[in-house]
């Protein structure tokens, strides 16, 4: 049994504290927890302390867990802390390996499996680290059973700029007057609005009922009559029509499953007409895992993030052509953990 002293009393601790708590984590005792100048006196049923009093006690690592990492790193830097002493949950790969519960090593550095923090988002390699912490286990889609609706503004304001103009200048000119085009995890209908503009009719899918039936009240609304909502999962939904375009915005965020991704490729593939064009948007990671996923410590939201090679080529396989590619967004960085989201549109070549 290893003791730790955590820093921080905030989202990520109090989440490593249920984790060791409920056994989950069992090789980790919680001496106590430590502040820069702390705002309460007890965390989670312990003593949160002054870092001053950190060469009083007796541990064996201090986890930081904190988004502070800076402002702490200097603060430990001028009270001569020993750096081999501090573990930065947001700054390397914490190594875990399963036995009787996931045990924790601090000291591996090439870890086969990891955990890692952004933010208020838990980030590993292991999917059976996530089912063993989430409810939702291995369908992320399951998440979208909630009564919860999508909403634009949870989008930064940079990646929703350069996602809307890749859409006009490289997608939007290619749509057809007289054409059909099929929005897939299509949320509350905002981009399908902007579409059906340019052609003739849109069937859109969505997984959540809820916002299918928002995204239905918006366009009675507005006047939009060629617009036909489903409320339907992607990995079952059967196309009965042929599509002169597609598009797919986070998607492939939610199934993690490698084999359902390629059949719904495959379906796509198949529906859409020769030439036609298919615009997808997921975001995706450079790092040399084939995928990471992303736990988010407040409302469980969990996201697959695929390996960009990986990723492109699951559709290059199947005989999309990729036309065009842009970083939307390549801000979301740790120290270890890089997410970049990412556009594309691709075309389905002629067929001999």
Same mark, same amino acid.
């Given at each position: 049994?290893?003791?730790?002293?955590?820093?921080?009393?905030?989202?990520?601790?109090?989440?490593?504290?249920?984790?060791?708590?409920?056994? #989950?984590?069992?090789?980790?005792?919680?001496?106590?927890?430590?502040?820069?100048?702390?705002?309460?006196?007890?965390?989670?049923?312990?003593?949160?302390?002054?870092?001053?009093?950190?060469? !009083?006690?007796?541990?064996?690592?201090?986890?930081?867990?904190?988004?502070?990492?800076?402002?702490?790193?200097?603060?430990?830097?001028?009270?001569?802390?020993?750096?081999?002493?501090?573990?930065?949950?947001?700054?390397?790969?914490?190594?875990?390996?399963?036995?009787?519960?996931?045990?924790?090593?601090?000291?591996?550095?090439?870890?086969?499996?990891?955990?890692?923090?952004?933010?208020?988002?838990?980030?590993?390699?292991?999917?059976?680290?996530?089912?063993?912490?989430?409810?939702?286990?291995?369908?992320?889609?399951?998440?979208?059973?909630?009564?919860?609706?999508?909403?634009?503004?949870?989008?930064?304001?940079?990646?929703?700029?350069?996602?809307?103009?890749?859409?006009?200048?490289?997608?939007?000119?290619?749509?057809?007057?007289?054409?059909?085009?099929?929005? &897939?995890?299509?949320?509350?209908?905002?981009?399908?609005?902007?579409?059906?503009?340019? %052609? !003739?009719?849109?069937?859109?899918?969505?997984?959540?009922?809820?916002?299918? @039936? %928002?995204? #239905?009240?918006?366009?009675?609304?507005?006047?939009?009559?060629?617009?036909?909502? *489903?409320?339907?999962?992607? @990995?079952?939904?059967?196309?009965?029509?042929?599509?002169?375009?597609?598009?797919?915005?986070?998607?492939?965020?939610?199934?993690?499953?490698?084999?359902?991704?390629?059949?719904?490729?495959?379906?796509?593939?198949?529906?859409?007409?020769?030439?036609?064009?298919?615009?997808?948007?997921?975001?995706?990671?450079?790092?040399?895992?084939?995928?990471? *996923?992303?736990?988010?410590?407040?409302?469980?939201?969990?996201?697959? *993030? !695929?390996?960009?090679?990986?990723?492109?080529? &699951? *559709?290059?396989?199947?005989?999309?052509?990729?036309?065009?590619?842009?970083?939307?967004?390549?801000?979301?960085?740790?120290?270890?953990?890089?997410?970049?989201?990412?556009?594309?549109?691709?075309?389905?070549?002629?067929?001999?």
């Amino acid at each position: 049994m290893e003791n730790i002293v955590i820093w921080g009393t905030g989202i990520i601790s109090g989440f490593i504290t249920r984790l060791i708590h409920e056994k #989950k984590i069992s090789n980790l005792n919680i001496v106590c927890y430590v502040e820069t100048e702390p705002g309460r006196e007890e965390f989670e049923g312990l003593k949160v302390f002054p870092a001053s009093e950190l060469s !009083r006690m007796e541990y064996s690592k201090v986890l930081v867990a904190s988004t502070f990492v800076k402002e702490i790193r200097n603060w430990i830097v001028e009270n001569n802390i020993s750096e081999s002493d501090i573990c930065y949950a947001a700054e390397r790969k914490i190594a875990i390996t399963r036995r009787h519960g996931w045990e924790v090593n601090f000291e591996d550095d090439d870890p086969k499996e990891w955990i890692s923090f952004m933010k208020n988002v838990l980030f590993t390699n292991s999917i059976e680290f996530i089912e063993s912490v989430s409810e939702i286990g291995k369908d992320f889609s399951k998440y979208w059973h909630a009564e919860e609706l999508y909403k634009a503004e949870n989008i930064s304001s940079s990646l929703k700029k350069n996602q809307e103009d890749m859409l006009y200048t490289s997608f939007i000119p290619h749509l057809k007057p007289a054409g059909i085009l099929c929005d &897939m995890a299509c949320a509350w209908g905002f981009y399908s609005e902007i579409f059906a503009e340019y %052609v !003739r009719h849109i069937d859109a899918v969505d997984y959540s009922e809820y916002q299918i @039936r %928002v995204a #239905k009240e918006n366009a009675r609304k507005k006047g939009i009559s060629n617009i036909e909502y *489903y409320a339907a999962d992607a @990995r079952e939904y059967c196309f009965d029509k042929e599509y002169d375009a597609f598009v797919m915005m986070g998607l492939l965020l939610n199934i993690q499953n490698d084999t359902e991704v390629v059949e719904i490729l495959k379906k796509v593939y198949d529906a859409m007409s020769p030439g036609g064009y298919v615009f997808v948007k997921d975001s995706l990671t450079k790092m040399k895992e084939a995928k990471v *996923y992303g736990f988010d410590l407040r409302d469980s939201y969990t996201g697959c *993030y !695929r390996n960009m090679g990986n990723y492109e080529k &699951m *559709y290059t396989d199947i005989g999309f052509k990729i036309i065009e590619k842009r970083i939307l967004a390549d801000d979301f960085y740790t120290g270890v953990v890089e997410k970049p989201s990412v556009g594309y549109l691709m075309k389905k070549e002629h067929q001999p």
